[in-house]
């Protein structure tokens, strides 16, 4: 799980989450940002993104975010998990 922001030096949080895409990789991404920008949360969420919180970030949402991709990483693992026979 990566909890960043999308504006930074040297990259964006797009950036970052273009390349886990193209990459494949089963990461949640929640980004936080003061950008209100429907096209920065459009992309955010093109690429897989689980949420895009805006600042200042409640700290309930957050915990709910948080909780929910550890949800998804539990369900992923008891997936994949072979059965016994």
Do not use: W
């Not at 980004?31 to 919180?53: H, P, R, V, W």
């Not at 309930?60 to 550890?70: C, D, G, I, P």
């Amino acid at each position: 799980m990566i909890v960043t922001d999308i504006s930074m030096p040297g990259c964006t949080g797009i950036d970052i989450i273009r390349e886990i895409h193209e990459a494949g990789r089963s990461v949640k991404v929640i980004f936080i940002s003061t950008y209100q920008e429907f096209t920065y949360a459009q992309q955010a969420l093109q690429y897989g993104a689980l949420d895009y919180l805006v600042k200042p970030v409640n700290k309930s949402q957050l915990e709910q975010v948080v909780t929910k991709a550890v949800s998804l990483f539990v369900k992923r693992l008891k997936e994949n998990v072979p059965k016994k026979s």
